[in-house]
């Protein structure tokens, strides 16, 4: 049974810091990349970062590049996105995904649960 497994999510003042975690199981993680997206309120959900499990290519959007650190723990099945100097416009439902390649659409059925984050002084 294909399962991701978001965590790490909370309540941060601006500025601070959060590591969240997608822990993955039921299928081999080797064979594919993983996704976080944002789901902020009122907005389309946003492709935040992605990695290349394989290769270890990694992928930021914009607004994260320099304050976000994706990566995988070599000794888990478990994505991690480190984020850094958050800010109110990073508040949001953050998902995990995975799919064939960074580029492609997430498998159907690939998808955690989701984690808030709420960045308010």
């Known amino acids: 049974q294909v399962q991701l497994v978001e965590s790490g999510g909370g309540v941060v003042r601006p500025g601070g810091s959060l590591r969240l975690s997608c822990e993955t199981s039921?299928?081999?993680?080797?064979?594919?990349?993983i996704t976080w997206f944002r789901q902020a309120p009122e907005k389309e959900r946003e492709e935040i970062s992605c990695i290349s499990i394989s290769s270890g290519s990694t992928y930021y959007t914009d607004s994260a590049k320099g304050r976000f650190t994706i990566y995988r723990d070599n000794t888990k099945s478990t994505v991690y996105l480190q984020m850094d100097n958050l800010n109110s416009e990073d508040t949001g439902i953050y998902y995990c995904?995975?799919?064939?390649?960074?580029?492609?659409?997430?498998?159907?059925?690939?998808w955690g649960q989701g984690t808030q984050v709420t960045v308010s002084s």
């Open positions: 039921g299928f081999t993680l080797d064979y594919y990349s």
């Open positions: 995904a995975a799919g064939a390649r960074c580029s492609a659409t997430p498998l159907k059925g690939y």
